[in-house]
């Protein structure tokens, strides 16, 4: 259409046109007139609409995901951070649980015997003395410990105090070849001495040559005067092995420690002894044998034996 008065003219009267009919529309409101009109015009144009939106949502559902592909990168590292994090947790929580099984134990230990401990971490395996079997701990003379203290945890004897600085301690252990510690001998109160031999069960001297032990029997300290370096009645170990006596004037017997030197971490240093010996209260209760299963047979009477024939008479051959 070419530019021309008439053409503008036209133009104008039909916005005109279509500025009164929305004006009458909009005041009409559900009695509009056009009503009918705009119900004809969205059934015929309502499919075609349908289609090109049904066509176009595919598209513009892969933008917004191309575009949130970033957020959604961005939200999994972080549940991934989140579960490194929570598996390092629960790795320190497990670790804790155990430190905590470790302090209940030795509590227990302690409530048994009497015996006033002050709680300590090792922290370093070996000390510069020499010794071969020793470590350090967290608690020195600023926290009253001074030497030839008993240590020991929930399983029974770690050793003795045998040097001390302010904050720390250095603790010789019970399977150390220079360790020896009196003994007595559960139910029997069989006395002796054990030795340490490094990773090897301990070597106890019975001062009775004729003394009955097997294995199985328990140990515990006797004790040393006025308690130190030993208290009475702390755990010491199970008989493994026994020589033979030989009539020698002692006997000696292997026993394994109830302690696994190589597994410490939660120790307890005894600053107060018990008021009396508890003897043989500490040790654990002793565990239950496994009962023996037995095998019953019945006999049927009239069964016919081995050879017989249905009268229960021998078959001639």
């Known amino acids: 259409m070419r530019d021309t008065r008439e053409s503008r003219l036209l133009l104008v009267l039909l916005v005109a046109v279509a500025f009164a009919l929305i004006t009458v529309d909009i005041r009409g409101g559900e009695d509009s007139p056009v009503d009918s009109a705009r ?41 991934e951070k ?41 922290i370093a395996v070996g000390a510069a003395q020499g010794f071969s079997w020793t470590v350090t701990i967290d608690i020195g003379t600023d926290d009253g410990i001074t030497r030839d203290m008993t240590v020991l945890n929930g399983d029974g004897l770690v050793g003795r105090v045998t040097t001390v600085g302010p904050n720390t301690a250095t603790v010789l252990l019970a399977n150390d070849p220079d360790f020896t510690v009196g003994t007595r001998m559960e139910d029997t109160d069989e006395l002796g001495f054990a030795s340490g031999q490094g990773d090897r069960p301990l070597r106890v001297e019975l001062l009775n040559g004729k003394a009955k032990v097997k294995a199985g029997d328990r140990l515990v300290t006797f004790g040393s005067q006025a308690d130190r370096p030993f208290v009475p009645g702390v755990p010491v170990g199970v008989v493994s092995r026994v020589d033979p006596s030989g009539g020698d004037l002692t006997r000696t017997i292997h026993v394994k420690p109830f302690v696994a030197f190589t597994r410490l971490d939660i120790v307890g240093v005894v600053v107060q002894p018990p008021r009396k010996d ?13 009962p023996t299963p037995t095998v019953t047979v019945t006999v049927t009477p009239g069964a016919d034996e081995p050879g017989d024939g249905a009268d229960g008479q021998p078959q001639e051959q």
């Not at 004809?40 to 609409?49: N, Q």
């Not at 994090?85 to 009497?114: F, I």
């Open 39 to 79: 119900r004809g015009a969205a059934t015929v144009f309502g499919p075609i609409e349908d289609g090109v939106s049904t066509a176009v949502d595919p598209i513009g559902n892969a933008i917004s995901a191309v575009r949130d592909s970033g957020s959604r990168h961005d939200r999994l590292a972080a549940l």
């Open 278 to 290: 508890p003897r043989d209260t500490v040790l654990p209760d002793k565990p239950k044998a496994a």
């Open 82 to 122: 989140e579960n490194a994090e929570l598996k390092a947790s629960l790795g320190s929580d497990d670790r804790n649980r155990s430190r905590v099984r470790q302090l209940d134990k030795m509590l227990k230990t302690a409530a048994n015997g009497q015996y006033g401990i002050k709680g300590a971490e090792v």
